[in-house]
């Protein structure tokens, strides 16, 4: 199975990792163990480090809808607006990539 993953820093830390599952066309976010303890809640409404689910370690999964394109909600706002998409979207085209080889992380 092809992965596509980042690191999520913030400040010098990790917060925890974002990766992309091809097959369900969404994102998975994990926090990492050493930014839960220190206590930050970067997003507390939509990826609560104080939810059960972030204790447990289990991923925060991305929404389908097509304003998230697939990452969870506290991530899909850095995402390019509409030029920003023409943009990359020509850049991609000069270098001869294709689209589909492109996720949103």
């Known amino acids: 199975m092809e992965t596509n993953a980042v690191k ?32 930050l809640d970067i997003a507390p409404f939509t990826l609560s480090i104080n ?12 929404n389908k809808d097509k304003l998230y394109q697939g990452l969870p909600p506290a991530f899909a ?3 390019p607006d509409k030029w920003g998409n ?5 850049w991609l085209r000069d270098n001869h990539i294709s689209t589909k080889k492109v996720t949103p992380i």
Request: charge should be positive; glycine fraction near 10%.
């Open 86 to 90: 023409s943009l990359f979207k020509a």
């Open 51 to 62: 939810a059960p689910r972030s204790r447990k370690q289990i991923p925060w999964m991305g």
């Open 8 to 39: 999520v820093k913030l400040w010098g830390m990790t917060a925890g990792y974002l990766s992309w599952d091809k097959k369900a066309g969404v994102a998975a976010f994990e926090y990492d163990p050493a930014f839960l303890d220190w206590g």
């Open 77 to 79: 706002d850095s995402l």
